[in-house]
């Protein structure tokens, strides 16, 4: 399946042509399609993860993520399921311009950090001032995940109050980027880091192998 942005429905592609690789991911590979939709005729371009089922002849495949035209946004991998899934769904809902169930899904997303987390209690205010007090988040991003709670919970009580376009996309777009911050940038610093201190200790260690001149 893949969302055809002309149709603006999910569809059966025909696929034209398509490679599969291995990128180090042992859980399956990465699918790369070029198809038609049978509706409209118009081509697509997409990306799917595929894995590998019960039996070596029956490959599970993903939804295709589209990269052309209009690309969906691809989520990276180490942002976890289950919060990938919100995250994407909000953006659905703004697709389908259902803003208050953005809202309400951009504080599922931060619910989700929350539990990754192993935040105290289960209520979402608490939890953002935890992730706070332990520095998984900084204080700009304490702001943003303040107001994706308040609007949050306008979005899951039944109100007169309804969420405007605007405040669904920017709500959308707050938490993934605490999402980038605290899964994605955080890991690529760690790993950056740790090459620093890899390329240090390989410079020592060459040079105490070094002839001494002394002698
Ligand atoms: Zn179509």
């Given at each position: 399946?893949?969302?055809?942005?002309?149709?603006?429905?999910?569809?059966?592609?025909?696929?034209?042509?398509?490679?599969?690789?291995?990128?180090?991911?042992?859980?399956?590979?990465?699918?790369?399609?070029?198809?038609?939709?049978?509706?409209?005729?118009?081509?697509?371009?997409?990306?799917?993860?595929?894995?590998?089922?019960?039996?070596?002849?029956?490959?599970?495949?993903?939804?295709?993520?589209?990269?052309?035209?209009?690309?969906?946004?691809?989520?990276?991998?180490?942002?976890?399921?289950?919060?990938?899934?919100?995250?994407?769904?909000?953006?659905?809902?703004?697709?389908?311009?259902?803003?208050?169930?953005?809202?309400?899904?951009?504080?599922?997303?931060?619910?989700?950090?929350?539990?990754?987390?192993?935040?105290?209690?289960?209520?979402?205010?608490?939890?953002?001032e935890?992730?706070?007090?332990?520095?998984?988040?900084?204080?700009?991003?304490?702001?943003?995940?303040?107001?994706?709670?308040?609007h949050?919970?306008?979005?899951?009580?039944?109100?007169?109050?309804?969420i405007?376009k605007?405040?669904?996309?920017?709500?959308?777009?707050?938490?993934?980027?605490?999402?980038?911050?605290?899964?994605?940038?955080?890991?690529r610093?760690?790993?950056?880091?740790?090459?620093?201190?890899?390329?240090?200790?390989?410079?020592t260690?060459?040079?105490?192998?070094?002839?001494?001149?002394?002698?």
């Amino acid at each position: 399946m893949i969302e055809c942005n002309f149709c603006k429905k999910e569809i059966h592609p025909q696929i034209k042509g398509s490679h599969e690789k291995n990128y180090g991911d042992p859980e399956g590979n990465i699918k790369i399609a070029l198809m038609v939709c049978p509706l409209c005729n118009n081509a697509l371009l997409g990306v799917a993860r595929t894995k590998a089922a019960c039996s070596i002849y029956i490959t599970k495949i993903s939804k295709y993520i589209r990269l052309w035209p209009q690309p969906n946004e691809y989520k990276s991998d180490l942002i976890p399921k289950t919060i990938r899934n919100s995250l994407d769904e909000a953006k659905r809902c703004i697709d389908g311009s259902a803003y208050t169930a953005c809202a309400a899904m951009s504080g599922r997303v931060l619910e989700g950090i929350c539990r990754f987390f192993g935040t105290k209690g289960g209520y979402l205010g608490p939890g953002i001032e935890e992730l706070k007090e332990r520095g998984v988040i900084d204080s700009k991003l304490f702001e943003w995940s303040k107001e994706i709670h308040k609007h949050r919970n306008i979005a899951a009580h039944a109100s007169e109050e309804e969420i405007a376009k605007e405040d669904a996309i920017d709500l959308y777009y707050f938490s993934e980027a605490v999402c980038n911050y605290v899964f994605v940038i955080s890991e690529r610093f760690n790993q950056f880091i740790s090459r620093k201190k890899a390329d240090k200790a390989n410079a020592t260690d060459a040079k105490s192998r070094l002839p001494d001149p002394r002698h």
